[in-house]
Structure formats: C-alpha cells, structure tokens
C-alpha cells in the first residue's frame, strides 16, 4: 500500500503554496462613507493601499443626497461601526441595511458600493459585480468601485479582462498604486518577475510603504533564492502591517526552505493566532504534521480548516487519512463520507476507504465494492495496490466462503452420522432375543420423538385402571 507520507507529497507536493499573488477569497470589507460631498474609505484596504475614491470634479459631482437619504446612509454606516467595535459582523443584516439605502437613495454611488461589499464578503458574487456597476453607472469617478470590480472579475477567473480593467484604472488614475500590485501579481503568476518587480517598485514610487507592493517584491526574491533579500521586504512589510498573518506565513515558507521546521511552526503559530481563520497556516501546519506522521496535530489544524470551509475536499481526505493513522476508524469513515458526498467517484477517497474498512473495521466485501468502483472509473497501473489489495480481499472472501461451506457440510454428516447410529442401534435391539418388542417399539417411538408410556405407580393395576377401595 501506498505509504499516507508519499500520498501526501504526491497530492500537495513538499513546500507546495498557493500561486503567487493569487486573489485571497477572504474581503476585506471596506465601506465608502459621506464626507462634506467627496467620498473617503472607511479604512484602508487589507494590502495596504489607501482605497478612497478621488473626489469628483464640479462636472463629475452628483446632487448631495437629500436629509432621509443621508440618514438611512448614517444609519446604515453606524450599524457597520457597532458591528465592528462587537467583533462580530451580521452581514444579512448590513446587507438588508444598504438595500434599503439604495431603494431610498437609488441614484447614490456610494450606497451601491457598500452594498457590493457586503454582498462580496458573503460571496454573492453576481449580485456584487452588479452592485458595483450600478455605482459606476452613477459616478464613473468613483475609483474604489472600478477596483472592487476587476478584483471581483479577477477572483471568478477572467484575468484577462481583469489585466484590462486594470490597465484601464491607470488610464483614468495614473498615479494608482493598488492597480499597480494587482497587475504585478498578475505577472508574477505567469512566471514574468521582471515585469511584477518593476511594476511593484513604480506602486513604491507613488505610494510609499504600500504593502501589497513589499509583498510582491518579497514573493520575487523569494522565487530567486534570495532569502536574505526576500527576509528584508518581509521585515519591511511587517512595519507597515504588524499582524498581516500572510506575512507569517511567507517567513515559515522561508524557515521551511532553509530546513528551519522549528521556526517555521512558530510563525505560522503566531499567524493563526492573529488570525484563526487564516487557512492558509493551518494547511501548512498540517502539512508539516504530515511528514512528521504526527496525525494529533495534522488532524487539530485540518478540523480547523474544514470547520471554516466545509467544501475543502483535499482537507477532509487528508483528515481520513489522519484519523485512519489514528486509529478512529468511525471518524475517518464519516471524513471519507464528506468527500464522497462532495465528489461521489472520487478516487483517492474510494482507495483509502476500501483500506479503512479491510484493514480496521474488518467490513470486507463493502471494501471491496469501493476498490472496485475505484478501478472501474479510471485506467489503474497493473502494479496499483488497489489490484493486489482487491485480489486479497477477494481472496479472503473465497475462503470465508469455503470454510463456512466447509462448516456446514460438516453439520450435515454430524448429523448423518447420529442418525445412522440411532438407527443401527435400534436394529440391533430388535434382532437381540434379550429385548421384548415392546422395549423395541419403545426404542422406535424415541427415535420417532414419542415419549415412552409412564410405568404403573400408586393407585393403578397392570392395566392401567385404577384399583376399586375396599371395604374395611
């Protein structure tokens, strides 16, 4: 059987991380607010550009919202701020509330925005993309939208009309920073480091100690082999944002490349710590538990991670493995469950099930039904151990079989054999001149399961009629 390390590194790859610069799914929810008719963010983005929208020229300006519109605006702003200083955010609710600002304030572009990223960080994607058209349609100027949106276009998979819409904000605004690291991640992810490098340092020229742009450097170095310099933009990125936990994980990859295990667990212990939702610490940390077989762990982090998203199938396949290692055999069979639920033909989960159930739970043919699903579906070397294990499991189902044939057939002559004697045995007593007929026929009625008549007792003659008193 295929060792669980080896599965590991074939299926996620030692030091294996997500492509540089990709989109993190987690928004960072950033609001516009009203201010004196211009607009300003209500907090800078998560890379660390300031987002807010240049205030429109005189012809660009639309009409101030009216005294009812301002206040469902106010309204809606203040339930964010109480949400916020809570630490908790109910989006339904903020969502009906900037609903109720755009029917009361349909023309206002701010209203649409904050709409959008409420219905972004929910993941209404459609509905999102369609709210930060409509506030484009009502302010062409409002930059903040035009980003949010080829962020959003970039996210769902179009990167070329992303690159586009990029492209078109540093037409409209030259000067941007933020479109600048976008379109540097961009380029790094199609292998062109030269390209996202200078891009980066031109984002660093108009914005000094914009974040995202130190990240972009230190993934360049990085690549490179330059760790001194890629620890460098790391520590300067780390200025700028103390607990960006993406940061603690881009120093344990490091430790990782120069074999420092130890300090790369610490790093990606103090990013969870800032940020326990973080899973890109958690699958790294699970990882390394991994290769260290140690399943207590690997199991700790990857139930944090399917806790968090329940549609990761490579995390709760990889927990299978983790608690079949462990021995909980009804645990691993329900991780299993989940990702057959998600992908019902899917093969690794089909493979490590049959395993699981042979090896700990003793279920055998339902084992077997999973090894033959998994050979069904797709071309299996002939050296697979899902042939081997499959013949063995056959195997042990042919002598299962035979030997309770064999069990069975050796009840039956048991059986045969006693009946036989019994049947000798009155035959015998029969032909003996010592035995009476009846003793013979009393024989007979027990072989036929007749009980013998009851010998004569107190108060019956020979003949089985009861004695007449007699006189005194």
């Known amino acids: 059987m295929i060792s669980v390390r080896h599965r590991w590194r074939e299926a996620h790859g030692a030091g294996r991380r997500p492509p540089s610069g990709a989109v993190r799914a987690s928004v960072p929810l950033v609001l516009v607010l009203l201010a004196g008719g211009c607009f300003a963010s209500a907090r800078r983005a998560a890379q660390g550009g300031a987002v807010a929208s240049e205030a429109p020229t005189t012809a660009d300006a639309t009409p101030g919202p009216t005294g009812a519109e301002r206040r469902a605006f106010e309204d809606a702003v203040e339930a964010y701020r109480q949400q916020q200083a809570a630490g908790v955010l109910d989006l339904a609710a903020l969502e009906t509330a900037w609903r109720r600002v755009t029917e009361r304030a349909p023309d206002l572009a701010e209203g649409w925005f904050n709409l959008g990223a409420i219905l972004e960080r929910q993941g209404k994607l459609d509905e999102a993309e369609a709210a930060y058209r409509q506030a484009l349609a009502k302010n062409a100027r409002l930059k903040v939208a035009a980003l949010n949106l080829a962020v959003l276009v970039e996210r769902r998979g179009d990167v070329g009309q992303a690159t586009k819409m990029y492209q078109a904000i540093l037409k409209a605004w030259p000067d941007d920073a933020e479109a600048r690291v976008h379109l540097a991640r961009i380029h790094l992810r199609r292998g062109d480091a030269r390209r996202a490098e200078a891009l980066a340092r031109e984002a660093l020229a108009r914005q000094a100690g914009h974040l995202g742009a130190y990240k972009v450097l230190l993934e360049v170095a990085a690549k490179e082999g330059n760790r001194p310099l890629a620890r460098l933009f790391a520590a300067k990125a780390q200025h700028v944002a103390p607990g960006d936990p993406e940061l603690f994980l881009d120093l344990a990859r490091l430790d990782l490349a120069e074999k420092e295990t ?53 995390a709760w396949l990889d927990l299978g493995i983790a608690r079949r290692a462990l021995g909980q055999a009804e645990e691993a069979e329900a991780a299993y469950a989940r990702v057959l639920e998600l992908d019902p033909d899917h093969p690794e989960a089909l493979f490590d099930r049959a395993v699981l159930r042979y090896r700990l739970e003793g279920r055998s043919r339902e084992a077997l039904e999973d090894l033959r699903r998994f050979l069904a579906q797709r071309r299996v070397a002939a050296d697979h151990p899902a042939r081997a294990l499959a013949k063995e499991i056959e195997a ?30 009155i035959q015998a007593a029969k032909s003996e001149g010592g035995v009476t007929s009846g003793a013979a026929s009393d024989a007979e009625g027990a072989e036929a399961g007749r009980p013998p008549p009851e010998e004569g007792g107190d108060g019956a003659s020979e003949s089985g009629a009861p004695e007449e008193p007699k006189d005194p």
């Open 396 to 425: 042990v189902l042919k002598a299962e079989e035979e030997a309770r044939r064999m069990e069975a057939e050796a009840r039956r002559k048991e059986e045969a054999a006693k009946q036989a004697q019994l049947e000798a045995e």
């Open 262 to 314: 130890e300090k790369a667990i610490a790093n990606l212990l103090a990013a969870v710590e800032k940020d326990p939702d973080y899973l890109p610490a958690h699958r790294l940390l699970a990882r390394i538990a991994f290769e260290n077989e140690d399943w207590v762990t690997a199991s700790r982090h990857l139930e944090q991670v399917v806790a968090r998203d329940p549609e990761d199938l490579a």
